[in-house]
Each structure stands twice: as C-alpha cells, then as structure tokens.
C-alpha cells in the first residue's frame, strides 16, 4: 500500500512535495501521433512510478507531461534521491526512445492538505497548500529543491548539491547556474 492511500477525510502532514515536467513537449507532440504520445507516455508514467514506489513515494497525479509527487517527511532523503534518480535515468530513457525532452523537476518540503476531492461521484486524493504552492513555483533548468529540503539531506546527499540564489535554491553539481 502506498502511503497516501489510506487518507479519507483532510489530514495535514509534512511531506516532501515535486513536481516533474518535460522540456520541449508540445515540440515533440508536434511530429508524433496521438497514439505514439500515449504510448510514451506510459511507458515514462510506469518509469516514474517505479523509481518513486521505490523510495517510499507516491505519484499523486500525472497531468499531460508533467506530474505531481510526494514522499513521506520519514524518507525526504530517500525522497531526493529518487528525484535525482527520476531526472537521470528519466532523461536517458526519453533519449532512447527518441524523445527530445528532459525532465524539470521542482521540490519543497512543509506541511500540506492531502484531501479525496471531486465530482460526488468521483473522489481523487490531492495535495494543497502553500508547500505545493512554492514547489510549483520555483525555476529550475534541471532540479531545484528548497533549503527546507536541503536541510533533511543526508551529508552524503547534501554533497551532490550546491547553493543557488536567487531566490536560495539547491542544484546539483554539474548544473550551470542560471544567469
């Protein structure tokens, strides 16, 4: 069981939240068929669920080509991790399946509503709040986490990112900062 899935009514916790999104998309869409979109899509979606199941995340929700993600505040560092993971084999494996994007992703941790919201007949589990807020939010060429991230990080972990302002965001070594 995955660990949102027992949440019914509203409850607050403290998560690590992302968000994922592919670069140059809409250009790819351009030049494949309706048919070849959802085919790569899937197989990206079961790509991103089996890095996040894996350290103890959940995908929320997959909108398009971007995605919502979240990881319980026990495994921030696990959580991080799997990210950078996402953003590396995620990367490899679009470019071998002859997809011209690479994957944003974007992370903040906090407290946040998870709430079954929608239609009366159709209730979906969501994350709200001023965390999913300020992930959504943040610029990033490749992974930005937030100091409050940051600061959950393992020594080891911690080491593959560098400070990057402004607004304070972490990236990883090899990133360029952005001018």
């Not at 660990?3 to 409850?11: K, M, S, T, V």
């Not at 398009?64 to 996402?86: I, Q, R, S, Y």
């Not at 560098?162 to 952005?178: N, Q």
Request: charged letters at 25%; glycine letters at 8%.
């Amino acid at each position: 069981m995955r660990f949102l899935d027992a949440i019914e009514g509203p409850q607050e916790r403290e998560l690590l939240v992302a968000f994922f999104d592919l670069t140059r998309f809409h250009h790819y869409c351009q030049n494949h068929s309706d048919l070849e979109i959802t085919e790569m899509l899937d197989g990206y979606y079961e790509l991103v669920g089996d890095i996040v199941e894996v350290a103890g995340g959940s995908v929320v929700k997959f909108i398009g080509d971007a995605g919502l993600l979240a990881f319980p505040d026990t495994d921030v560092n696990e959580g991080v991790v799997a990210l950078k993971a996402l953003k590396d084999t995620g990367d490899r494996w679009l470019k071998s399946h002859g997809v011209p994007c690479e994957a944003i992703i974007k992370a903040h941790f906090g407290s946040v509503q998870c709430a079954r919201l929608g239609t009366r007949s159709d209730k979906r589990l969501d994350l709200m709040g001023l965390t999913v807020n300020t992930a959504s939010l943040l610029s990033s060429r490749g992974i930005a986490l937030t100091p409050q991230v940051f600061r959950k990080l393992d020594p080891a972990t911690r080491k593959l990112f560098k400070k990057h302002t402004p607004p304070v965001t972490y990236i990883p070594v090899p990133e360029r900062h952005s001018g």
